[in-house]
């Protein structure tokens, strides 16, 4: 690690920048809400042009499924063997193209709110101490090759949760005497927004929202910790999203957000359901304790 050359500060900058802490808050670190929304976007077209490949696979299928189920006395049940086959075609259309496209989508975002991160930190320090920060960076590559892999993963999972609600619609659909186009409205729904497609998209969303606020609040941490700042104090978006908010949207939220904010926590010893960004689609942000840097100098 490496931090603000000591050598190359006099005692004066030294003695201005403990004085500018004394009386003065950092700017807000940022959240990197372009990154979000571009992950946003990239998901959602990935996803549109994968639905449509699943929609001709049931297309595919569908017909002669039904075909088998409305003869008096199917054999063997055998259009359950059809289902298997179809849903069986509907995993595999992930694999390749898709998961190749979801590791490039994640590198890109990666770097995006890399980027940003650091530039808040940047930012951040300067806003109180006016020295300019340099810091050596080896967990970058690990944090950001976890991130990939932890988006693959997820996304994988949404595409097999897809398929086992697709073969589940299929089934209870057949017990109930539902006709083709019934099944089909059921799970593409509208374009990609109704349906099994609709709440396939929506996971998706949140997927992009959770995963970018978990990156960005794990490279606070480190960046912070960089520097030897071990403690920072707890800000929230102050707004009726705010977990805990008690006139916002989710006022009993437990553990509430709201009532942390201000209030000093050390990176050494997470709350309950960890530093900000770490809670599902959290929004907070760890304000440095940056008397921490200036002591260290």
């Given at each position: 690690q490496a931090i603000v050359n000591r050598r190359l500060l006099s005692e004066e900058l030294i003695k201005k920048a403990k004085e500018r802490v004394a009386r003065k808050r950092p700017v807000a670190w940022l959240f990197p809400s372009s990154a979000e929304r571009e992950y946003e976007l990239a998901l959602v077209q990935l996803f549109e042009k994968w639905f449509k490949e699943v929609e001709a696979i049931i297309d595919l299928y569908l017909p002669g499924i039904m075909s088998e189920v409305e003869r008096m006395n199917p054999k063997n049940d055998s259009f359950t063997d059809n289902v298997k086959s179809m849903i069986s075609s509907i995993k595999g259309v992930q694999?390749?193209?898709?998961?190749?496209?979801?590791?490039?989508?994640?590198?890109?975002?990666?770097?995006?709110?890399?980027?940003?991160?650091?530039?808040?930190?940047?930012?951040?320090?300067?806003?109180?101490?006016?020295?300019?920060?340099?810091?050596?960076?080896?967990?970058?590559?690990?944090?950001?090759?976890?991130?990939?892999?932890?988006?693959?993963s997820l996304i994988t999972k949404v595409n097999d949760d897809m398929a086992s609600k697709i073969e589940t619609t299929v089934y209870n659909a057949i017990s109930t005497g539902k006709k083709i186009?019934?099944?089909k409205k059921?799970?593409?729904?509208?374009?990609?927004?109704?349906?099994v497609f609709g709440s396939t998209k929506k996971r998706a969303l949140v997927i992009a929202?959770?995963?970018?606020?978990?990156?960005?609040?794990?490279?606070?941490?480190?960046?912070?910790?960089?520097?030897?700042?071990?403690?920072?104090?707890?800000?929230?978006?102050?707004?009726?999203?705010?977990?805990?908010?008690p006139t916002g949207r989710f006022p009993n939220a437990e553990?509430?957000?709201?009532?942390?904010?201000?209030?000093?926590?050390?990176?050494?010893?997470?709350?309950?359901?960890?530093?900000?960004?770490?809670?599902?689609?959290?929004?907070?942000?760890?304000?440095?304790?940056?008397?921490?840097?200036?002591?260290?100098?």
């Open positions: 694999f390749g193209y898709y998961l190749n496209a979801v590791k490039m989508i994640s590198a890109d975002v990666a770097k995006k709110v890399d980027l940003w991160n650091k530039k808040q930190f940047e930012r951040v320090i300067h806003s109180v101490t006016g020295l300019n920060v340099a810091v050596t960076e080896m967990w970058k590559s690990g944090a950001v090759s976890a991130f990939i892999e932890r988006n693959v186009a019934t099944i059921e799970i593409v729904g509208t374009g990609i927004d109704k349906g929202r959770d995963q970018v606020g978990k990156l960005n609040g794990e490279m606070v941490m480190k960046r912070q910790n960089s520097i030897g700042i071990k403690s920072y104090f707890w800000r929230t978006s102050v707004d009726e999203r705010v977990r805990g908010n553990p509430s957000h709201y009532s942390r904010e201000g209030k000093k926590f050390y990176w050494d010893r997470p709350p309950e359901d960890g530093h900000p960004g770490t809670a599902i689609m959290c929004r907070c942000y760890a304000e440095p304790n940056i008397k921490e840097f200036i002591d260290n100098l």
